[in-house]
């Protein structure tokens, strides 16, 4: 596949997928557990993204190549079955999350319009794979035009709020500071993005070097904008109506520009949701292209379509596992769930930093994590012991789900290993 794109293009990637769904609408169930201190849960998943965010700089300078988590894994650990298991974990939650985001924008589109929630869900998916399909600058154009759109929604809401800063105790947090922590484990689905581009290094330009850039610029704008939201917001209105509010931002916004704010938001929202989706839908796909150029799933998956050289075969995959997957509902658990499995993921990113700054201290590192003892990168030993602590917060029903995530990722693996060995007999 050929490279096409560059920093500036990479960096809307990122922010283009962390500023989805999540802030839009799970900031106030977050609100409703963290009270006032919201903003502190939104420092705390900036600060795990951040510190795991420079395992994956490091390492995508290194190996900038398509299905990252499974490639440095791999390299890392040399065994199949766990690089394997953390591939499927990152495409699974994906295709989940683009299925329950792509709900999300049909239930803003039926307020809006009146039309069908699952059919609505079901044309989007298909809509956004052929953009996917028609090639990452199609793609990209689109991504960059809802990124504005995204970016110019909450700089409203930032500035109509202003004014109110100082009405509310922004240190007040009902459930002390494990609420804090439960809503950091919570809305960390609303950074998650950052570690996606990874996956489109092969259609970027000097990914080396552009994809670290993009990450820590991704995570570091999404990060200004979510904790001056979250602050402006419980301003507006008070921690348990927004906690209580299926449209938090849209309820937030009306407090001062009246009733047509939910239409302004609501519209905000659907370029929002529809960015997420379509962003997920690529580097899903890339996941899985690329674990197939590694001969992890079928060859036919890594087959690239010679005129718009995209992987059609794995981008067809993606578009229908996503449609099945529309028939769950519930943002709050599928968010929950998309974290611990980030989670999980990441943990093992950080641990194949430490593994690869030993196991392969020859290679050249176009960009190098900071804060090191020799060899042993302390910030990776901070985003691995980070990311297993916010794990930690979640309910039994999520890890149990989680766990059937891995179990049913176990059974892929061998029922692959089955077919293949069966091809070569």
Request: glycine fraction near 10%; aromatic fraction near 10%.
């Amino acid at each position: 596949m050929g490279k096409k794109i560059g920093l500036f293009a990479v960096t809307s990637w990122g922010v283009g997928i962390i500023l989805g769904a999540g802030i839009y609408v799970l900031i106030g169930e977050a609100a409703g557990i963290a009270g006032n201190s919201v903003w502190l849960s939104f420092g705390i998943g900036a600060m795990v993204a951040s510190l795991t965010g420079l395992s994956y700089a490091e390492l995508s300078s290194i190996f900038p190549r398509d299905a990252a988590e499974y490639v440095y894994v791999k390299i890392a650990c040399g065994c199949e079955i766990l690089s394997f298991m953390v591939g499927w974990l990152t495409i699974l939650t994906g295709i989940v999350s683009a299925s329950t985001v792509a709900l999300g924008f049909a239930g803003y589109l039926q307020g809006l319009f009146g039309f069908p929630r699952v059919f609505a869900a079901l044309i989007l998916i298909v809509l956004l794979s052929y953009i996917n399909f028609l090639g990452i600058k199609e793609s990209t154009r689109m991504n960059i035009l809802f990124t504005l759109v995204e970016v110019a929604g909450l700089a409203l809401l930032v500035a109509i709020g202003l004014g109110s800063l100082g009405h509310a105790n922004l240190l007040e947090a009902p459930n002390g500071y494990s609420g804090i922590l439960s809503a950091a484990a919570l809305i960390f689905f609303a950074y998650l993005g950052f570690e996606d581009i990874v996956n489109i290094a092969e259609e970027t330009e000097k990914p080396e070097k552009t994809i670290p850039k993009a990450l820590i610029l991704s995570v570091l704008i999404t990060t200004s904008l979510y904790v001056l939201v979250a602050s402006v917001s419980v301003n507006l209105v008070d921690w348990q109506t927004l906690g209580a509010s299926n449209a938090p931002l849209a309820f937030a916004a009306s407090q001062v520009l009246g009733e047509n704010a939910f239409s302004v938001m609501s519209i905000i929202a659907l370029f929002a949701t529809s960015n997420t989706v379509l962003i997920m839908l690529v580097v899903g796909s890339r996941m899985i292209y690329g674990m197939a150029k590694e001969g992890a799933f079928p060859r036919v998956l890594s087959r690239v379509d010679p005129r718009k050289e995209t992987p059609r075969p794995a981008i067809l995959a993606t578009m229908l596992a996503s449609m099945i997957f529309l028939l769950m509902g519930d943002l709050e658990l599928v968010a929950a769930l998309t974290s611990f499995g980030a989670f999980i993921t990441f943990a093992f990113v950080n641990i194949s930093l430490i593994y690869i700054r030993y196991r392969r201290a020859d290679l050249e590192r176009p960009f190098r994590a900071p804060l090191n003892i020799g060899k042993f990168p302390i910030t990776g030993l901070l985003g691995l012991l980070s990311c297993l602590f916010l794990v930690s917060q979640f309910n039994t029903t999520v890890i149990l789900s989680g766990s059937i995530f891995l179990f049913a990722g176990v059974v892929l693996y061998k029922l692959s290993k089955i077919v293949r060995s069966r091809r070569k007999g």
